[in-house]
């Protein structure tokens, strides 16, 4: 398992993870433990991992749960993952050409709170999500995998490092949401969000939004809830924000502004005397 030092050996708990695997990223498995209940479970997929050459191994529930080092009753793979790259300046000009909505976890250590991340990311079809200040450690945490059901398989993570420095950089292209605790403004849910020209981050944090950060977002949320009531966690409240942030709209390819764009583009290009 140690044929590439810059890869990482991250055991998948669970028969739904190791579906999603084979799905998204079939390379990464190396071989496939599982009780009789994960054997039919798995059925429709044992003919494509055979294909790919991977062992499949049948073994009791107690043997199972040692390897997959925790919880687990059907299926366990073990895989070996990339470390995430660097998010880069030029990364952010990229997204925004793709109206690309971009997830920041900052600060975030529960596992299970990313795990929740990753899942109302693929419900709302969000696929980049950068880690940092301490969060990219929880990158192949066995527990946020576990619980992402299948999840983190589909969204692309990277890191930031510096992140404030970072988002200076690409401030004129980049609208930064945050979604705090107990800092900032209710959430609207009947407002969606207007970001005319920039791309969408949404930046959640695992507590109170680092200083340096503050006057890097454009727009400052608390977590939904009543004032004089319990809030919901981090794990409650970031789906609700997903669904809100993916409500605003998409500027069309065909919409007025690229059709007022294309005009003045040509007739600048008619013009002889230009």
């Not at 999603?20 to 994960?38: D, F, I, K, Q, Y």
């Not at 470390?83 to 250590?109: C, K, N, S």
């Amino acid at each position: 398992m140690s044929e590439d030092p810059n890869r990482c050996r991250l055991v998948l708990r669970g028969a739904e993870s190791v579906a999603s695997c084979l799905r998204h990223h079939p390379r990464a498995l190396r071989e496939v433990h599982m009780t009789a209940a994960g054997e039919q479970a798995l059925t429709e997929h044992a003919d494509a991992l055979r294909g790919l050459g991977i062992p499949l191994r049948l073994v009791s529930e107690s043997e199972l749960q040692r390897t997959a080092e925790g919880p687990c009753t059907d299926a366990c793979a073990v895989t070996l993952r990339p470390e995430p790259g660097l998010a880069r300046v030029g990364d952010f000009t990229d997204w925004r050409e793709a109206h690309e909505t971009v997830v920041i976890a900052d600060g975030v250590r529960d596992p299970y709170d990313l795990a929740a991340i990753a899942r109302a990311m693929s419900a709302f079809g969000l696929r980049r999500l950068l880690l940092s200040s301490g969060s990219e450690k929880l990158a192949h945490h066995p527990d946020a995998w576990a619980e992402a059901r299948g999840a983190m398989e589909e969204v692309v993570l990277m890191r930031a490092a510096a992140l404030g420095g970072l988002l200076g950089l690409v401030e004129d292209r980049c609208c930064v949401v945050a979604l705090s605790p107990s800092q900032g403004r209710n959430i609207d849910l009947g407002v969606p969000v207007r970001v005319p020209g920039r791309h969408l981050a949404l930046l959640v944090s695992g507590g109170e939004l680092d200083p340096d950060l503050r006057s890097k977002v454009a727009h400052l949320f608390r977590f939904p809830g009543r004032a004089d009531s319990r809030r919901l966690s981090l794990a409650e409240a970031f789906p609700v924000a997903a669904a809100w942030l993916t409500s605003a709209p998409v500027p069309r390819k065909d919409g007025f502004l690229a059709r007022k764009r294309a005009r003045h583009s040509k007739g600048k290009g008619s013009n002889p005397s230009q």
